[in-house]
């Protein structure tokens, strides 16, 4: 804008707390027509239709959660349909979710992804993209280029879950032959690495000496099942050239591993969740099935060396891994913990409550970089950035508005998953969501949910270069403008 001229908005947010992954400044954020268009000092020079004041308050991008369940079905077992899902999500800051995908044995890949926009995706109150799961069947797997059409790009593998996941491991053949059509289409592999094989004969193991509890959980399925995955994973992406996102890593041991690895290999890159930074094999021991997951809870030791990868990137982004039972389905499981009890919990609406109170408030983390892996990370792997996952003017006007003043103790009833439970009931939380805007639009103030079921629009994934400097959060970029709380605006 020139100066003087005087340019009619929607909404100013004033004096807030802007952080974006580059850094933080005190000062303002302009929204028209859904997207953000001006950050700086901007008071005079816009005449905007409402303004919140922001004194105090954080003002953040909203965070997009890459790697989310629902149920896709009456029948299924999950709690959270799309509808409860995403109303549980924006509660806690998420605004865009990467749900996954899989359709049942011998559905096309193309007709599951269409089945699921129109029945649980059109119920999304918020914006989403569907990862495309896969299953190890050759006609399937050969499918895998003419999803791209669909707007998805990132392929969803599993290597464990032989006795589980309702026949969804790949063995080494068939792994290679996925991930040679995902690089075609300059895609990302999205991996499960656990050794299925490996785990199978350690239950069995476990099982013959009368151990198919809890106890056995984590002797079953030890971190260095996760390492050997990750290094046949790495062998398959040298010899397919398709870059890979470790999904969900939880160990010091993996995580040490990975960096290693990326000194002869690009294109590895690597998530986590809530769980692995703060619960410990110790808490299954005591909530049991509730919070038996998949890797599973580690120990004290590696919940710190998690931290530490997030904090240098090694670890690029945090994710929920959000799928959420009802107690009682829980509890129902059959007598053999190893096998009977399914895997997940709840956590997408409490994740932002994590990553501030335990990474932030602790001094783990700084804030620009819980941005990074909340936000700008996930948006760029699964080509949503600059869109989402930014505040830089273009991008649409995603905000959550954080006061970090309030502590709040959580409980199943403070939360809005229709799980009955959560693993952090008791726990104290440092700040709280006070207001959410999708594409400009309030959809959440002071707890209250405005927006509705059909309110969000499905996100196709542009390509992105997974082995560029540029693809990494953390490369140089855009923000100087924001760091330095001079106006940047777009025309």
Known sequence: MSAGERRSIDLLISCGTVVDAGGLAVTDLAVADGSIVAVGELAGRLDARRTLDARGLLVLPGLVDGHFHCAAASASPVADDMRQGTISAVH???????????????????EAL???????????????????????????????????????????????????????MFDTDLLLAGMEHVASVDGVAIVHAEDGHVIDHLENKATALGRSDASSFLDTRPDIAEEMAMERVVAVSELSGCPVLFAHLTSAR????????????????????????????????EQGAMVKVGPPLRTAADNVAIWEALRRGTIESLSSDHVPYRRATKDAAGPDFLVDTPFGLPGVETMLGIAYSQGVVEGRVSLPRMVRFLAEAPARRFGLFPRKGSLRPGADADIVIFDPRPSWTVTPDTLHSAADFTPFEGWR?????????????????????????GDGTYLPQDPVDHFSSLAVPGAKDHREGLVSGSPAVVP
């Open 92 to 110: 806690g800051g998420v605004t865009t979710v990467m749900v996954h995908v899989f359709g049942s044995r011998g559905q096309p890949l193309a």
């Open 114 to 168: 269409e089945s699921f926009a129109a029945t649980s995706g059109s119920q999304s109150v918020i914006d989403y993209g569907m990862h495309c799961g896969v299953r190890p069947e050759i006609e399937l797997v050969d499918q895998i280029p003419s999803v791209v059409s669909l707007g998805s790009r990132s392929f969803k593998f599993h290597l464990g879950y032989r006795k589980t996941g309702d026949g969804r």
């Open 254 to 285: 993996s995580a040490a591993r990975l960096a290693e690895l990326r000194a002869r290999h690009d294109g590895l890159h690597a998530e986590t969740q809530p769980h692995y930074l703060v619960l410990t094999d110790d808490d299954l021991q």
């Open 429 to 453: 939380f440092e700040g709280r969501v006070k207001s959410v805007f999708q594409r400009g639009r309030q959809v959440v103030a002071d707890g209250e949910l405005l927006g509705e079921p």
